[in-house]
């Protein structure tokens, strides 16, 4: 068996059925400039799909608003791009501010296994250098995410709560019960 690139893993598990979202978003990401021009995506990005919509976070609501009588006509050069064409475009300027994240159709903050954003991280170990530090600030940032968890009743580990209250117990011990079931 042959090594493969990252690229070429990467291009494998966007060809699967399940990807489409994502393979999508990323085409449009890339092909974004070209379809709106370089100054209007200076002040526009891309955040996300959902049923077929692009969003596209603004500037400004002015930019909101004209790039709204040009959507049909951007519609149209990034369609050419994608397998399965973009039904529509909203822009709004509500996640203009917020860090570039992806939305993608499904929201993983409703998942069990969902972790709040660990805050309160010591300074030291923000923004690793080494391995050493980086493995430092993973160390601290599970150490901080523990306090505030529950623990499985079966294997006393930690936990996410939403893990505990769909399977009642976590999902490692929830996964091993599955297999035995499935073996039987």
Request: charged share 20%.
């Amino acid at each position: 068996m042959a090594l493969e690139g990252l690229g070429g893993l990467i291009k494998g598990l966007e060809d699967q059925d399940s990807w489409q979202v994502q393979r999508q978003f990323r085409l449009v990401v890339q092909h974004w400039p070209k379809a709106v021009g370089f100054a209007v995506a200076r002040k526009t990005r891309p955040v996300g799909i959902q049923r077929g919509t692009l969003y596209v976070a603004t500037a400004t609501a002015v930019w909101a608003q004209t790039l709204t009588y040009e959507r049909i006509k951007i519609l149209r050069k990034l369609n050419r791009h994608q397998r399965q064409p973009l039904k529509g475009i909203r822009f709004s300027t509500a996640q203009w501010a917020q860090p570039v994240t992806p939305k993608v159709a499904s929201s993983s903050t409703r998942h069990p296994s969902y972790v709040e954003r660990v805050e309160n991280v010591p300074a030291a170990v923000r923004s690793p250098q080494t391995a050493t530090e980086a493995f430092a600030h993973w160390s601290a940032m599970v150490q901080k995410m523990q306090q505030n968890q529950a623990q499985c009743p079966q294997c006393q580990c930690h936990c996410p709560q939403g893990e505990l209250d769909r399977w009642q117990v976590c999902s490692l011990c929830a996964s091993k019960r599955w297999a035995l079931t499935t073996r039987q």
